[in-house]
């Protein structure tokens, strides 16, 4: 946001140098120059909220709509059958990215990929994407796939193998649009259905039993 403040600000005070006469160019540019921050602020805002944390429950790790929640076969690290929730993340979404659960990290993976539109069933897959893998104090293992979008080229995490992380903490940020997949026990209680909105850190998305 400094970057994009400086820059915008070069950009005005040049105009209004070379044009020092000038009516609307410098004024549109102006009113074009805080439209922009402001998409700029939105976009990179971390909001403050307060949040519940249970052992049990599993939150939603980002602010979105429920685009998927099926039964499927997770190939990379469980090799079997898990239920998926798909939270899609529009660019005027809040994009950091919380951890769902309290617990361990035993599994993160960064994959290099491509970069289909998030809502593509094969993104899961083929997109650039990292995969974390968090163990709760019961020993149920959730994982979850930050994944990057036809626009968002930028995933950050920070997480590694064996930290131990809170519930509700950050753990990465996702520029732009993308997809956020989470991988939950087959006998675990969902609590949204498809086309709720959810808030990062708030929403709880599934029970485990």
């Known amino acids: 946001m400094a970057i994009a403040a400086i820059i915008l600000i070069l950009i005005n005070l040049g105009i209004h140098m070379l044009l020092p006469d000038g009516y609307w160019i410098p004024r549109i540019t102006l009113i074009a ?4 921050f402001f998409l700029i602020v939105q976009f990179f805002r971390v909001p403050s909220r307060v949040v519940n944390k249970s052992e049990t429950q599993i939150i939603a790790p980002c602010d979105g709509k429920v685009v998927v929640i099926e039964e499927v076969v997770e190939t990379e690290y469980f090799k079997g059958p898990r239920r998926q929730i798909s939270i899609f993340m529009s660019p005027i979404n809040v994009h950091v990215n919380w951890n769902p659960v309290s617990g361990v990290i035993q599994y993160f993976k960064y994959h290099p990929g491509l970069y289909l539109v998030a809502w593509h069933p094969k993104s899961s897959t083929e997109n ?33 193998e064996g930290d131990k992380v809170e519930q509700s903490t950050e753990m990465g940020f996702i520029k732009f649009g993308s997809r956020v997949d989470i991988y939950v026990p087959l006998d675990a209680e969902i609590k949204v259905n498809l086309q709720d909105k959810t808030v990062g850190s708030v929403t709880v998305l599934a029970e485990l039993k």
């Open 128 to 160: 650039e994407r990292t995969t974390v893998v968090t163990r709760t104090a019961s020993g149920v293992d959730i994982l979850f796939r930050q994944i990057a979008g036809a626009a968002a080229r930028r995933i950050r995490w920070y997480v590694k």
């Open 33 to 36: 120059s805080i439209f922009i």
